[in-house]
């Protein structure tokens, strides 16, 4: 039974690395009081699953490189400190409540004022400088579980999140975010089988402004709302008008464990987003419509007592269009796909130890297209992974080791684009460059908890680098974290 | 031999869905890429003269200039001898189109303008659009608006600094005229196709009739104070030669002894005759009686447009053009694009020297007429054109 939830927290661990949650895709937040649950639903969360009592964390995480797409920051360095509390209630409820405080800075961040990490929204806000952007968020999660009977819970996992980030230099941009998401959830499990659905709500609304242009300044900032892959509209030495993005959606996910040798595991997600160009009279600048789709499926027979097979295929599907704010035609269009299959070998030594191997081969393609002045790029890959993880659990130490390589192969790239003009040749270009190239992947990470005292220590680490092979350029991405578990 | 019995088991069991699984993955990455939508369309644009004889109703040989508002794409493109001009691959906005041409006989050149302002033009299917621009007919004026220097002097050290402004005429015939009488006058905004003009102020050149003759070829310069602007901190230029100027005796106005004053027929507003920094109009009259027509609802007097002899239609935005003030019989364009206090200024282009004598252009359309000058030149004309 130990060596099958180990190995069940191993694949949920790579899952959940593959799958960006919405909070992580729009607002940079990984909020992790679900993340060890199946399918992240708060709903098995009960007092037998209850990791600890109450644990104070500090993450740091840093990034930065050349191979970057060109609206990417230089660097980044993200802080966050959270203080996260299980608590059982009365009657098996259990009680969950996480605070955290997050610091981050984006250096050399190009023109955009929208403060989410996701590349792939349609329609973006920017001026034409670069400069430093700060951030300092604060977010909450209050996450209630409670059994109706014996073998069905239900939960409710709600997330709140407010943050202020800005630019330093001219013309300043100052953007404030106010963020709701809410998980209800539906679990049912008995000794061998697990059912488990989770719908969400969200709401991520951004208000950006700039520092209002005056003569006396001497300067001549250029705003601009760009829109698909060229000609964005430009606006020369106005005045700050307020720029405001509202993200709405829903989703919903479930996963099935049969006898803990079938597992699957699929999540549906839409949003619908607005902007509007604020201030006396709001001019709409668009909308556009994404929706995110994955599934995983991992067929687990035991060879021998010490040594399982896991065959997984999994596939993950992002789908955006975007509309014209008058004549609401569909002028942008991205699409992402992703198909693994592959075979983990996890082979147990007794005592507590556990090896696996992955090897796994997948395609990938993107496709982005701009149908209000006719330009389209499409760029399909494949994948060739090996991994290695291992785990060992002895007098009271836990350690995880994790190693990865991926070797990236891009195929024949289509590109259509006739007519570009000069923003396609200052960024969509370099965004071509970018995608076209072959490139290898190393990570590695680690982890060990320890008792301490009348606590535990966890610490934890990653590293991650994405070398192109035929440039000089590389992307480094760095994880440490120390958490205090009570 | 457990080991063999599991691996029979696992074909057995979960070779067939795996297989399965491979075909879904198969299928599933195929894609179809083809060339992509767009909404890129073409208009064809026909130009009419209505004033003319059927037969010479298609005006041909005309520019049609299409300026994309959102964008700033501009479009040129002449008209066939069917009065069509074609345009393809342009992009879904709003569009200002500005078509002008003339119509040669015997004896006159009719200037033949027309627009189609803030027209959203696009298409649902990859088809052309068909347009027509209805045109108005003038003749060349003898005196027209040489340059206007409106956008004052710059701003460091001494900010918002106008009083530099200045407005010159230019005889562009091959007579004596006198300017006597005629108005200068700025045009309220609103009342584009009104048959009067609803002016903010008026000035009157002085004289009865024959004290202020200006030769062909000559220029007079109108300043709004005659005096030199050059020094620090102004740093801007000298007015002291200008012909005549602008004076307000109660408004603490400065007056140059040495310069003619304008007479006052209408103020509206202002310590003095100030020509928007942003965006004005401003016409040159000859009217018998400037108060025959009353005043507007907001104290504007009212004067014929009738009797409008030439006249520019300005703004720091140029996509403005349905902001015009001017109607295309006076001004079938728009000029400007210049930043406030940039101590920039528009001149008129050449359009050919005859007899040694300069004509200047005058298609009525300050599109086509005027350019960019860097600094103004009052009281001549820089024979190179400089933008």
Not at chain 1, 90 to 113: C, P, S, T
Not at chain 2, 228 to 253: R, T, V
Request: glycine share 6%; charged share 20%; hydrophobic share 35%.
């Amino acid at each position: 039974m130990i060596k099958r939830m180990l190995f069940l927290f191993y694949i949920l661990s790579i899952a959940l690395a593959q799958t960006a949650t919405t909070e992580k895709l729009y607002l940079d937040i990984n909020s992790d009081i679900t993340n060890f649950l199946p399918g992240r639903n708060p709903a098995y969360l009960s007092p037998n699953t209850t990791p600890y009592a109450y644990t104070f964390t500090y993450n740091n995480f840093s990034s930065g490189g050349d191979y970057r797409l060109p609206f990417d920051a230089g660097s980044k360095a993200y802080q966050d400190i959270s203080v996260t509390a299980y608590k059982e209630m009365q009657n098996e409820i259990m009680f969950v409540g996480r605070f955290a405080y997050r610091y981050e800075q984006r250096k050399d961040k190009m023109w955009l004022h929208n403060a989410e990490n996701d590349l792939n929204i349609p329609f973006y806000f920017a001026d034409s400088s670069i400069g430093d952007f700060t951030l300092n968020g604060i977010d909450w999660n209050i996450l209630i579980s409670l059994p109706l009977t014996r073998n069905i819970r239900t939960a409710v996992d709600i997330f709140y999140n407010v943050d202020e980030q800005f630019k330093s230099v001219f013309p300043k941009p100052n953007i404030k975010r106010n963020n709701i998401h809410i998980r209800p959830a539906l679990a049912i499990s008995n000794e061998r089988s697990q059912l488990g659905i989770v719908a969400s709500f969200f709401q991520y609304k951004e208000d950006m402004n700039t520092r209002r242009y005056s003569l006396e300044q001497g300067r001549t900032p250029i705003f601009m709302r760009i829109r698909g892959l060229d000609k964005p509209l430009l606006t020369y030495a106005e005045t700050s008008e307020e720029r405001l993005q509202t993200i709405r959606g829903y989703g919903v996910s479930g996963n099935i464990n049969l006898s803990e040798h079938l597992l699957f595991e699929s999540h549906y997600e839409s949003s619908y987003a607005g902007i509007l160009d604020g201030g006396s009279y709001p001019v709409p600048q668009g909308s556009w419509d994404m929706a995110r789709f994955s599934y995983r499926v991992d067929l687990q027979p035991s060879i021998t007592p010490n040594l399982d097979v896991d065959l997984f295929f999994q596939h993950r599907s992002e789908n955006v269009e975007g509309f014209h704010p008058v004549l609401e035609n569909r002028i942008y269009g991205y699409l992402s796909r992703h198909f693994e299959g592959g075979l983990t070998l996890p082979y147990y030594t007794g005592s507590g130890e556990m090896w696996a191997g992955t090897v796994s081969c997948s395609f990938q393609d993107i496709k982005r297209e701009d149908n209000f002045l006719g330009l389209l790029h499409y760029f399909p890959g494949n994948t060739l992974h090996f991994g290695m993880h291992y785990t060992l659990e002895q007098n009271n130490v836990s350690y995880k080791l994790q190693l990865g390589y991926d070797n990236i192969i891009v195929g024949d790239e289509i590109i259509y684009d006739d007519m570009a003009a000069w923003y396609y040749s200052q960024i969509t270009e370099r965004e071509i460059a970018y995608y076209v190239q072959d490139r290898e992947q190393l990570s590695a990470s680690g982890k060990i908890v320890f008792p301490f005292r009348q606590y535990q220590i966890q610490l934890s680490g990653s590293y991650t680098a994405i070398i192109p092979k035929y440039l000089e350029t590389r992307y480094h991405l760095v994880q440490t974290s120390i958490a205090f578990i009570f | 031999m457990r080991t063999h019995k599991n691996m029979k088991k696992i074909i057995k069991h979960h070779l067939a869905p795996l297989c399965f699984l491979i075909l879904f993955i198969i299928l599933s990455c195929t894609q179809n890429i083809t060339p992509p939508a767009s909404m890129r369309f073409s208009v064809e644009i026909t130009v009419l003269d209505t004033s003319a004889s059927d037969s010479d109703s298609l005006v041909s040989a005309a520019l049609v200039v299409m300026q994309s508002i959102s964008y700033g794409e501009i479009h040129e493109a002449l008209t066939n001898s069917q009065g069509i001009a074609s345009f393809t691959n342009l992009i879904p906005d709003r569009y200002n189109i500005l078509a002008s041409g003339e119509r040669v006989s015997l004896s006159e050149i009719i200037i033949i303008n027309g627009q189609l302002q803030d027209t959203s033009l696009y298409i649902e299917e990859n088809d052309t659009l068909d347009l027509r621009i209805i045109t108005q007919t003038s003749r060349s004026s003898a005196l027209v608006i040489s340059e206007i220097y409106y956008s004052g002097a710059p701003p460091n050290p001494v900010p918002q600094y106008f009083h530099d402004q200045f407005l010159e005429i230019y005889n562009n015939s091959s007579a004596t005229l006198y300017l006597d009488s005629l108005i200068i006058a700025d045009v309220d905004y609103g009342h584009y196709e009104d048959s009067v003009i609803y002016a903010i102020h008026a000035y009157m050149f002085p004289g009865d009739g024959d004290d202020y003759p200006i030769n062909p070829g000559e220029l007079i310069v109108i300043a709004q104070d005659a005096i030199d602007h050059s020094p620090a901190p102004i740093h801007s230029i000298n007015l002291l030669d200008a012909d005549f100027e602008y004076y307000l005796s109660d408004k603490g106005d400065v007056d140059n002894v040495n310069v003619t004053n304008m007479l006052q027929i209408h103020h509206k507003y202002g310590i003095d005759f100030l020509y928007s920094v942003f965006k004005d109009a401003l016409v040159l009259m000859h009217v018998k009686d400037p108060y025959k027509l009353g005043y507007g609802e907001f104290n504007e007097l009212l004067l014929p447009k009738s009797a409008v002899i030439d006249g520019i239609d300005y703004s720091d935005n140029l996509a403005e053009i349905d902001h015009k003030r001017l109607s295309p019989d006076i001004d079938g364009g728009l000029t400007g694009g210049i930043p406030s206090y940039s101590n920039k200024s528009l001149e008129r282009y050449i359009d050919r020297i005859e007899d040694g004598r300069i004509i200047l252009m005058d298609n009525n359309n300050s599109s086509l007429d005027f350019h960019v000058l860097h600094p103004p030149t009052p009281g001549y004309i820089e024979m190179e054109a400089e933008e």
